[in-house]
């Protein structure tokens, strides 16, 4: 039995060489729960890490919209007693999963855009983002010129047939237009038996405005319930199809193992889409993914 413990990851499609910056954050993570803190704090501590990091698809580190210039980020943060707090497409803040965790304490569950941003502001939570890195450009650049040569190399099959022009949404023109690692997450059980999950993301290149994913998407990308918190990564639209850390959660309710119940979610997707999830309950830990993904865990056994 898992006394107190913690998953975190970096993002399906995240090398193994990227095992340092999640193992800094479970670290943090897991001194927190050492001694005696609440599981929202530790995985909000993580989050906060790999947010910072910039080779993670989260915070500093966020994926570039098709325009070159947009970036919008959600994240999320939930616990087993049903409190939660979201931010979607939300732009210009550094850390969108401390703004989640002042959403949480207001009447609400989800703010999103501009008025997310203006809430970070007055909550003091809003230190600006420091703009998009190189490897944000990178990923960009190879998006760019896969749509541009309509050779697609790395991208979702329902983007062939989709006429990206016609349904082009950013101010700048599509003629002067013309990935790597999804979300983070954290999972974490405390002294106290508590279970809490954050998740941060830029999105998914390539993205159209307003685009939100699963990672605020309650039950999809995160789920934390009396059984387990979860924690999903990939390819959003199809992980909201399949409410995956819904799934996880509930399997693990009814008596499957931690690595089983993530394994079964896990192999439910086909072998073209990128996926992995993370979960921590009473019984363990594990952390499950069909490509590359950067994790780490520490926890304390009765």
């Known amino acids: 039995m898992l006394r107190y413990g913690v998953v975190v990851h970096g993002g399906v499609g995240s090398p193994a060489a990227w095992n340092d910056g ?3 954050a479970a670290e ?19 989050a906060v890490i ?66 997310a941003a203006a809430f970070a502001r ?53 003629e002067k237009i013309f990935g790597h690692g999804d979300t983070i997450g954290a999972v974490a059980l405390d002294r106290e038996g508590r279970l809490a999950v954050a998740n941060s993301t830029g999105g998914a290149s390539p993205m159209l405005a307003g685009r939100i994913g699963d990672s605020p998407i ?30 996880v959660h509930d399997a693990i309710a009814h008596g499957e193992e931690v690595a089983a119940a993530c394994e079964r979610a896990v192999a439910r997707f086909p072998e073209s889409v990128p996926v992995g999830v993370i979960a921590v309950s009473r019984r363990g830990r594990a952390a499950v993914h069909n490509r590359d993904m950067a994790w780490a865990s520490k926890g304390k056994e009765e």
């Open 22 to 24: 999640c193992e800094r």
């Open 218 to 247: 309650v039950g999809s990308g995160f789920y934390a319930g009396p059984s387990a918190a979860v924690a999903g990564t990939g390819i959003g639209e199809e992980i909201i199809r399949r409410m995956l850390a819904r799934e």
């Open 122 to 174: 007055s909550r003091g939570v809003a230190e600006p983002h420091p703009g998009p890195g190189p490897r944000a450009q990178e990923r960009f650049e190879n998006v760019r010129r896969a749509l541009g040569g309509r050779t697609f190399d790395g991208l979702a099959e329902a983007w062939r047939n989709f006429d990206l022009r016609a349904h082009w949404n950013f101010d700048v023109p599509y």
């Open 28 to 46: 943090a993570a897991f001194r927190l729960l050492e001694t005696g803190g609440h599981a929202l704090d530790a995985v909000q501590a993580a």
């Open 50 to 115: 790999l947010e910072d990091d910039g080779r993670y698809n989260a915070g500093s580190g966020s994926t570039l919209r098709l325009d070159g210039a947009t970036i919008e980020m959600d994240a999320s943060l939930m616990d087993a007693e049903g409190r939660i707090g979201v931010v979607a497409a939300v732009r210009g803040i550094k850390n969108p999963i401390r703004a989640a965790r002042e959403v949480m304490n207001t009447p609400h569950v989800i703010l999103s855009g501009d008025g």
